[in-house]
């Protein structure tokens, strides 16, 4: 019990904070009802699949601990080494980062939406929260470009299936006019009232023809 309270009195105190930053599909998954899938063993977890045609889970681990970024948040922030006084190295700031993504559902339809989680441990809360305000800050930045292009293929995407749909609209309008045009409505008009004419007269026949036999299976009877 002493060497526990020892241990416990001289430990250093571990504090750690996250953000997260969510990751929004294109509208062209949207539009499609693409679903990311969660990955098995441990619900609400994804191994990696597709977030955009480009965009993977992996892909988004790896941007958010890329080196040129760490490397921007020790210059950023003149993060040092507290024994040599020397700038921080990339690899001291990576041990102290890591990076998840999970699924979680937004929206009505509960579309399963990537979130991007990075947590940083230390001893000092302050500069934890500065890493970590840093990290969402400049991970936006440097990555604005590629979410950019996202959108571009988005927006192409939505421009061909509207095409698509307008042509298919135009030919569906076309096959109509061509029909009314075969088809007259005053010769429809006309059609209808000689099958009605032709109906009551058959109808009339049938009740004739009724009567005719039942007066038959009387006589039979």
Do not use: C, H
Request: charged share 20%; net charge neutral.
């Amino acid at each position: 019990t002493g060497a526990a309270v020892v241990f416990s009195l001289l430990k250093p105190e571990v504090f750690q904070t996250q953000t997260q930053l969510l990751i929004v599909p294109r509208i062209s998954e949207r539009l499609t009802g693409e679903r990311i899938n969660p990955g098995q063993g441990n619900p609400g977890t994804i191994s990696n699949p597709a977030v955009g045609a480009s965009l993977s889970v992996e892909t988004l681990r790896n941007l958010a601990k890329a080196n040129d970024l760490l490397a921007d948040i020790i210059r950023a922030l003149d993060l040092r080494n507290e024994v040599t006084g020397q700038s921080m190295a990339v690899e001291s700031l990576a041990r102290i980062m890591d990076a998840k993504a999970e699924v979680t559902q937004r929206g009505t339809q509960q579309a399963s939406v990537p979130l991007l989680t990075m947590r940083v441990r230390g001893g000092d809360p302050l500069l934890l929260k500065r890493i970590a305000d840093k990290w969402a800050e400049l991970f936006i930045q440097r990555n604005a470009q590629l979410f950019a292009a996202e959108t571009a293929r988005s927006f192409e995407f939505i421009s061909s299936q509207y095409q698509e749909t307008r042509n298919a609209l135009q030919a569906e309008q076309e096959g109509k006019l061509a029909y009314q045009k075969a088809n007259p409505l005053t010769s429809l008009q006309s059609q209808l009232e000689v099958s009605t004419a032709r109906y009551t007269g058959f109808f009339s026949q049938l009740q004739a023809n009724r009567a005719a036999l039942a007066d038959a299976q009387a006589q039979l009877a």
